[in-house]
């Protein structure tokens, strides 16, 4: 399988705290992309990083991306109550009959206790 | 409308019956695409389509069909289902264009339970 694969698989900090996720991932991509779930809802797209970035900035968020070693980090800084959810990293694959489709990780819970 | 909408939101089906799913987005997306999100496995990708007129496969297609007769609609059907097809299916879209591959935007969710 080529989905990514986040660690941990569960994360529990207080208010403030820096929250660190980390993605591996297993074949070339054309990008990778976080993605946030709040409990019963669906999916919001955060950031995307495309395979020539090496990093990039949205707001509290800091996505890092390491081809060689084949694995992304999401970083959320300063985190809230409110930035407890599930945190999925994707990838989208380069060739072969998956190109272009997007291959999800089975996340990290998040909780952030105030 | 605004976004991806769903229907219904939940649903609770006897095993055998036939089902549809509904799908539609207003943000004129090529590309439109169907997960199953099962505890402990994440989103698996059902189908999807790249334009209006054409589907494909993904992970785990069996036991279901989809169609893309215009852009904004991409209907899920169950044609006889199975207990095992008890999950949360997303509906999702994107603006591919060419080799560039964007975020895809989802829908809330449809609860699905087979009895």
């Known amino acids: 399988s080529q989905q990514g694969e986040e660690d941990p698989q569960a994360l529990s900090i207080q208010e403030g705290e820096n929250a660190t996720m980390n993605c591996s991932y297993k074949?070339?991509?054309?990008?990778l992309q976080w993605y946030r779930q709040n409990s019963g809802r669906g999916l919001v797209h955060l950031i995307l990083?495309?395979?020539?970035?090496r990093e990039k900035h949205s707001g509290r968020l800091r996505v890092t991306l390491d081809t060689s070693k084949k694995s992304s980090s999401l970083l959320i800084t300063a985190s809230r109550a409110a930035d407890t959810a599930s945190y999925f990293c994707?990838?989208?694959?380069?060739?072969?009959?998956?190109?272009?489709?997007?291959?999800f990780g089975r996340g990290t819970q998040l909780t952030v206790w105030p | 409308i605004a976004g991806i909408t769903q229907a219904p939101t939940s649903q609770i089906l006897a095993a055998g019956r036939r089902m549809t799913l509904r799908c539609t987005q207003d943000?004129?997306?090529?590309?439109m695409y169907w997960y199953r999100q099962d505890l402990g496995l994440g989103l698996r990708l059902i189908h999807y389509s790249n334009t209006a007129g054409t589907t494909g496969k993904g992970e785990v297609p069996d036991g279901y069909s989809v169609s893309r007769a215009n852009t904004d609609d991409f209907p899920l059907t169950l044609a006889s289902a199975v207990p095992s097809q008890t999950s949360v299916y997303f509906c999702?879209?994107?603006?591919?264009?060419?080799?560039?591959?964007?975020?895809?935007?989802f829908g809330p969710g449809t609860r699905l339970t087979v009895l």
């Open positions: 943000m004129r997306h090529n590309a």
């Open positions: 994707a990838t989208v694959a380069v060739r072969g009959s998956t190109l272009g489709r997007l291959y």
């Open positions: 999702a879209s994107s603006d591919d264009q060419g080799a560039t591959y964007n975020e895809q935007f």
């Open positions: 074949t070339s991509i054309n990008n």
């Open positions: 990083i495309r395979s020539n970035e």
